[in-house]
């Protein structure tokens, strides 16, 4: 089993700073990795899939990068909006998928 | 624009069965390109894939649960269910229904239901 390890588990940062997330697996994903956001109550969103495209609705400041076993998400120019959890997910074993643990991005 | 709702009992005892629709509208569960899953998330903590079914009939469950997890399709009702047996308090949790599909994520998520075990 692929195992995702996101860090930090929290990250604070100051509006309209940048944030960077990582996701590193345990053992090659290629490109299969996706990113989603999630805020208290709410139901996952889909932000990045294949490491690296933007879903449908995802601004631009939000960028993925990454291949194999190590990957980003990098934020730039934080809104409030943007403060909520991250997680990511490979579906390297496709239909079967596995997500990371989370990264808390808060306001610092 | 597909929407997915969950539905079912929130508070199911321990040792019993918890039982979960997920209602499809919007668009139709009988597409080759998707699998229809469900995910989990206990209070305060992350993420956890149950499992997931094409319209086929195929299911894949998580190597951890697939003891106590089936899972089912109704094309003619456009729905997909979750039966997860003997639970116990670990498995209080938010329960979401999801549509995912190889490389491109799960897109399309229900709202989530709360199943609380307690007697």
């Known amino acids: 089993e692929i195992v995702l390890t996101q860090s930090p588990a929290t990250l604070s940062v100051s509006p309209g700073e940048g944030a960077t997330l990582s996701c590193r697996a345990s053992?090659?994903?290629?490109?299969?990795l996706a990113w989603y956001q999630q805020k208290p109550g709410q139901a996952p969103r889909l932000l990045i899939y294949?490491?690296?495209t933007r879903a449908t609705g995802t601004p631009a400041r939000f960028t993925g990068s990454g291949y194999g076993t190590d990957f980003t998400l990098t934020i730039s120019s934080l809104q409030s909006d943007d403060f909520a959890l991250y997680y990511c997910?490979?579906?390297?074993?496709?239909?079967?998928?596995?997500f990371g643990q989370g990264t808390k991005l808060e306001i610092k | 624009q597909l929407q997915l709702q969950e539905s079912g009992p929130g508070l199911v005892r321990p040792s019993e069965t918890l039982s979960l629709t997920c209602t499809a509208s919007?668009?139709?569960?009988?597409?080759?390109?998707?699998?229809w899953g469900w995910i989990r998330q206990p209070p305060g903590k992350g993420l956890e894939w149950i499992g997931n079914?094409?319209?086929?009939?195929?299911?894949y469950y998580n190597p951890s649960l697939t003891s106590r997890v089936t899972m089912s399709v109704d094309t003619s009702k456009n729905q997909f269910s979750l039966n997860l047996t003997s639970v116990t308090a670990a498995d209080t949790s938010v329960y979401y229904c999801?549509?995912?599909?190889?490389?491109?994520?799960?897109?399309?998520w229900g709202q989530g239901t709360t199943v609380t075990v307690s007697s």
């Open positions: 999801a549509r995912g599909r190889f490389y491109y994520g799960t897109d399309v």
């Open positions: 919007g668009g139709s569960i009988s597409s080759s390109n998707y699998y």
């Open positions: 079914i094409h319209y086929s009939g195929s299911t």
């Open positions: 053992q090659s994903v290629v490109s299969n």
């Open positions: 294949g490491a690296s």
């Open positions: 997910q490979h579906d390297n074993n496709w239909p079967r998928y596995t």
